[in-house]
């Protein structure tokens, strides 16, 4: 499709995409691959991408928004991505802040998104979100030590799907969603994240930038999409950053 790129290998689609940003691809283009090499995720961390068993693909986009909901593309995606699988694959993913989806209490894909240099008027300004959904490997090519905490569309129903329809099942929702955002705001968008949200109500431990551990019960997400943390003293955190876990209540 000329709207598609498509690789058999590569680096990294997010590198790709970022590449053709610069060439003026338009919105909604996207770059998809049946493996990666250096695939990414948040926090610097790698993203297993083995051939022909999962979904790696980045899509530019080019919303009308202003700056300070750019940081809201990922919840966005999120709610795009568990859609897809709610529909085609008749799965009821959980989203965890900011940025994972998960199936069964276990990791099933994650979300990075990635901004050009934010400029006030909106002008120019474009997000390249990229996409990694396991669908089709089985629990014995996790490596050992992700067995217990990943899984696999394919584990979730004992069926194979075909990914190129997933992709575009999650391009489609992720385009309509942004485009609602546009016109009506957030609201609507994150009462349906909340929906799936997997930290509400739950104790957690947030490692911070800096290195610090904070425990606490997680109060959700608020309107500008950060999450609310309130520890066992009693103190309310705003979290913007860092990596967030499930934990056992002190």
């Known amino acids: 499709m000329k709207d598609t790129l498509f690789f058999e290998t590569v680096d990294s689609t997010n590198r790709v995409a970022r590449e ?3 060439e003026d691809k338009p919105h909604g283009f ?3 691959a049946g493996s990666q090499t250096a695939g990414r995720g948040r926090l610097g961390k ?3 991408s083995p051939s022909g068993k999962g979904l790696y693909c980045t899509i530019l986009v ?3 928004l202003a700056v300070e909901d750019y940081s809201k593309i990922t919840l966005t995606t999120g709610l795009a991505v568990s859609l897809a699988l709610e529909e085609i694959c008749q ?3 959980q989203l965890k802040w900011p940025n994972d989806i998960y199936i069964s209490g276990r990791k099933c894909g994650g979300i990075l998104v990635e901004t050009s240099s934010l400029q006030g008027t909106g002008e120019g300004n474009f997000a390249l979100v990229g ?11 996790f490596p050992a030590e992700l067995q217990e905490t990943a899984t696999t569309v394919f584990i979730e129903t004992g069926r194979e799907y075909d990914i190129w329809s997933i992709f575009t099942g999650i391009r489609v929702r992720l385009l309509q969603l942004l485009s609602k955002m546009e016109s009506e705001g957030f609201t609507a968008i994150l009462n349906q994240w909340r929906e799936r949200d997997m930290l509400q109500g739950k104790w957690m431990k947030w490692v911070t ?3 610090d551990v904070v425990y606490g019960e997680s109060l959700g997400v608020d309107s500008s999409g950060m999450l609310m943390v309130r520890d066992h003293a009693g103190m309310r955190h705003e979290v913007m ?4 876990t499930l934990a056992a209540r002190l």
């Open 46 to 48: 790698a993203w297993q």
């Open 30 to 32: 996207a770059v998809l």
């Open 209 to 211: 930038p800096a290195g």
């Open 241 to 244: 950053s860092g990596d967030v």
């Open 20 to 22: 053709l940003a610069g």
């Open 91 to 93: 799965l009821q993913p």
């Open 131 to 141: 996409i990694g959904v396991n669908i089709n490997g089985e629990k014995g090519a």
């Open 62 to 64: 080019r919303p009308e």
